[in-house]
């Protein structure tokens, strides 16, 4: 059996890693256009209309991959604390949210972590980019990102046209005005690409975080004082935050 001082040592090292990896994450959430795609194609007006390339933006990141990378960051440190927490201690107690048993026999020591760790995958979730309300948003299975309807917008051209101020006379010339008239000469179909999650996906998750948070302060209070060792509570806690079995 691995020994108390090995778990400690394990854990510093942990601890660091972890913060490392969910603060990437944390850093990617906070720029929205890593999680944006774009196609854009140009058809003009008719045969002798100008041409211009297609754009493309492919998405970099999608919002439901960066939580699997902060679940297998976090998962092993919260094992290792749990595990560490429950030799030192002998006060256990359930985590029950709405009636659900989501975590059995916790020491209250660890439950102490729970509730830092809880607050920073909190702040993590909040930075979650979501989908632009201003578009109408499709979940396409086949790419595993939203796309937009297409939105059409017209391709003008300015061209010179000629404005008679005055007609020529005997005496004088006619009087003419150049001036320039925007043509629609065709037209744009984009179509936006999205990796972010929707609004309402977001707010699911951070209602869980607070509530398995408000759980783990009342269950520190009614601890009662038992043994528990090797702990493992960071599969059971991601699954109830992302709604997983």
């Not at 944006?36 to 041409?51: C, F, N, Q, T």
């Not at 006060?91 to 989501?102: H, L, M, P, R, Y």
């Not at 999650?197 to 869980?208: F, T």
Request: glycine share 4%; with cysteine; net charge neutral.
């Amino acid at each position: 059996m691995i020994k108390l001082c090995q778990i400690t040592a394990l854990l510093t090292g942990k601890k660091d890693e972890t913060q490392k990896n969910i603060t990437a994450v944390y850093h990617r959430f906070q720029k929205p256009a890593l999680f944006a795609g774009l196609s854009k194609r140009y058809v003009p007006k008719d045969e002798e209309g100008e041409r211009f390339p297609d754009e493309k933006q492919v998405v970099q990141f999608r919002a439901k991959d960066c939580l699997e990378e902060i679940r297998g960051a976090m998962t092993n440190l919260l094992d290792l604390a749990a595990t560490q927490d429950g030799t030192n201690c002998i006060a256990i107690t359930d985590v029950v949210v709405d009636g659900q048993k989501v975590l059995e026999r916790v020491p209250v020591t660890h439950l102490l972590f729970l509730e830092k760790q809880l607050a920073d995958i909190r702040t993590e979730l909040r930075t979650i980019p979501t989908l632009d309300l201003q578009d109408v948003w499709t979940y396409d299975p086949n790419v595993g990102y939203y796309k937009s309807d297409m939105a059409w917008n017209n391709k003008t051209k300015k061209v010179p046209r000629n404005h008679v101020k005055a007609e020529a006379t005997k005496e004088h010339p006619a009087q003419v005005e150049m001036y320039y008239e925007d043509v629609v000469v065709g037209k744009w179909e984009t179509i936006k690409f999205s990796g972010a999650m929707p609004a309402d996906e977001k707010e699911k998750l951070l209602d869980r975080v607070n509530k398995l948070r408000d759980a783990v302060k009342l269950a520190r209070e009614e601890a009662n004082s038992i043994e528990a060792v090797d702990s493992k509570v960071g599969e059971k806690i991601f699954n109830f935050l992302f709604g997983t079995k």
